[in-house]
């Protein structure tokens, strides 16, 4: 993303030195060299990570530029925070269809400029590109965890709690919202209710302030991205373990519970549905209320849903206590 000092030559050069070059982060090097340079914390390991976004398949073409940025942020810092890492930086790839105006750019970077100095993961470079296609926007997050303190995906065994932050389902049922705002579930949604959905789908909440305690007490944890029942299910067959999530013990918003309430369609769809960006956990049942008080502590609220189990599989117990069928449990790009 480097280009010449005084925003001169292409046409790539003027956006970058406009719209990109007073958001990037000191080791950016002012976005006038082809890399960044970074020095990670002493003892610390680097946890990198990478997601894309894409108009039309995880954000609508008319939303708000600045919401698209902050999305496709915040979408990596949650896998940073599943892995207990703090974030030091972010790359930006951008692929716009030509004619782009210099409107939508500008908000889009005054949003990620924003949301970066909010979350502190200064932005330090990437590249920008045409395409024919849609909007593409994918971020690379480097983040830092004092060695041996990465919480992976594989470390859960039988007998632990599974836990899970905030609330589920929100994103899922905004998307409905968006998709079908005069549908019948949502007929008794008041204008807060219809707003808090939308919002949970179109700007995540990554919960960076959870990682010290899943460094401290989590022996696995992932975020959901996918769907908390498809996402579990892959946190469990990665550590060779099964388990039981209790759908009457995941949180749900109160907008949530009224959208969901007698209506087996649209549980489902809280319980697979994917951008919640919430933190799945599978802890030490000795572990769980230091946890749970070290999460309270840090201002984010966790519930245990289910426990780890012997053998394959995920269990899922329905409102009514018999088994629930959710089929493939989560979304699917392929």
């Known amino acids: 993303m480097g280009g010449p000092a005084d925003g001169g030559g292409s046409g790539e050069d003027r956006l970058i030195a406009r719209f990109f070059r007073p958001i990037a982060g000191a080791g950016a090097l002012g976005l006038l060299d082809d890399a960044a340079l970074l020095s990670p914390p002493e003892g610390c390991d680097l946890v990198l990570t990478k997601d894309a976004v894409v108009a039309g398949v995880h954000f609508f073409a008319d939303d708000p530029p600045a919401?698209?940025?902050?999305?496709?942020?915040?979408?990596?810092?949650?896998?940073?925070?599943?892995?207990?890492?703090?974030?030091?930086?972010?790359?930006?790839?951008?692929?716009?269809p030509k004619g782009t105006g210099d409107a939508w750019i500008e908000a889009f970077a005054a949003g990620l400029g924003a949301d970066a100095a909010l979350h502190g993961c200064p932005i330090l470079?990437?590249?920008?590109v045409a395409t024919p296609g849609p909007v593409t926007i994918t971020i690379t997050a480097l983040g830092a965890v004092p060695k041996g303190g990465f919480v992976p995906r594989t470390g859960a065994r039988p007998g632990q709690a599974i836990l899970i932050s905030g609330t589920i389902g929100d994103a899922a049922l905004g998307l409905k919202l968006r998709l079908g705002p005069r549908d019948a579930p949502f007929g008794d949604l008041d204008a807060g209710g219809r707003s808090h959905l939308l919002d949970?789908?179109?700007?995540?909440?990554?919960?960076?302030?959870?990682?010290?305690?899943?460094?401290?007490?989590?022996?696995?944890?992932?975020?959901?991205?996918?769907?908390?029942?498809?996402?579990?299910?892959?946190?469990?067959?990665?550590?060779g373990c099964g388990g039981t999530l209790d759908a009457r013990l995941v949180p749900l918003s109160a907008a949530a519970a009224t959208v969901t309430g007698g209506r087996a369609d649209m549980l489902k769809a809280?319980?697979?549905?994917?951008?919640?960006?919430?933190?799945?956990?599978?802890?030490?049942?000795?572990?769980?209320?230091?946890?749970?008080a070290a999460a309270a502590r840090a201002g984010v609220p966790v519930a245990v849903i289910g426990e780890t189990q012997a053998g394959e599989g995920l269990d899922v117990i329905g409102p009514d206590?018999?088994?629930?069928?959710?089929?493939?449990?989560?979304?699917?790009h392929f």
Do not use: W
Request: net charge neutral; with cysteine.
């Open 200 to 239: 949970r789908y179109l700007h995540p909440q990554p919960r960076l302030a959870l990682a010290p305690a899943l460094r401290a007490h989590a022996a696995a944890a992932m975020d959901v991205s996918d769907g908390l029942a498809g996402d579990l299910a892959k946190m469990l067959a990665a550590s």
């Open 270 to 292: 809280a319980l697979t549905g994917g951008d919640d960006y919430e933190i799945l956990a599978c802890v030490p049942q000795a572990a769980v209320p230091a946890f749970i």
């Open 321 to 332: 206590g018999a088994p629930l069928d959710l089929g493939a449990g989560s979304y699917s």
């Open 125 to 128: 470079g990437g590249d920008t």
């Open 67 to 96: 919401s698209v940025a902050k999305k496709a942020l915040r979408v990596n810092l949650s896998d940073l925070a599943a892995k207990g890492a703090a974030p030091l930086g972010a790359l930006l790839a951008i692929a716009l």
